[in-house]
């Protein structure tokens, strides 16, 4: 079992956190229109996933808007933010800051998805939610790039995400 720390203090991660070079296990998520998608519906492009604990959190507000404006110089790549917020608080936070370059993805229906990404927080305050953590992987979905961010409080390595892309 992983951790990470929150304010310092040690917080247990459960599953399996991919590393580089490996497939990327497949997903299900809801999205906004309170519907069923999968790591498939994305195929052919590059993606990255900024895992977050809830889009009501400085740091996740900031690495989601942060990614949103990286977008839109990202050929051929699809920016998801991931998260056990439902899909209507996600879509409120996004509307409200004029965010339309990334696409929410909600685990509220999927927990296994924490433990098959290895960011299920199973200790502490924020059990129970997705630990922060970037994975960028490629067009045939393995990963390039994969950051578990160790204190939850900080934001994570965009450049090397983004560089990541560029391969």
Do not use: W
Not at 36 to 41: F, I, K
């Amino acid at each position: 079992m992983q951790s990470v720390t929150r304010g310092g203090v040690a917080v247990e991660v459960g599953g399996d956190f991919p590393t580089v070079g490996d497939r990327a296990p497949d997903f299900t998520l809801t999205n906004a229109e309170l519907e069923e998608v999968s790591l498939a519906d994305f195929s052919g492009r590059s993606k990255v996933l900024n895992i977050i604990p809830s889009v009501d959190t400085k740091t996740c507000a900031m690495s989601t808007r942060k990614f949103n404006e990286y977008a839109s110089g990202l050929d051929n790549t699809v920016v998801l933010v991931v998260s056990a917020d439902l899909p209507f608080a996600q879509s409120r936070f996004c509307g409200a800051e004029g965010l339309d370059r990334v696409v929410t993805l909600s685990s509220f229906r999927h927990p296994e998805f924490r433990e098959s990404y290895g960011v299920a927080l199973q200790s502490g305050a924020m059990a129970g939610l997705c630990a922060r953590a970037v994975i960028v992987l490629d067009e045939q979905d393995r990963v390039v790039h994969a950051e578990l961010v160790s204190e939850i409080k900080n934001e994570p390595d965009y450049d090397a995400a983004l560089a990541a892309l560029k391969g």
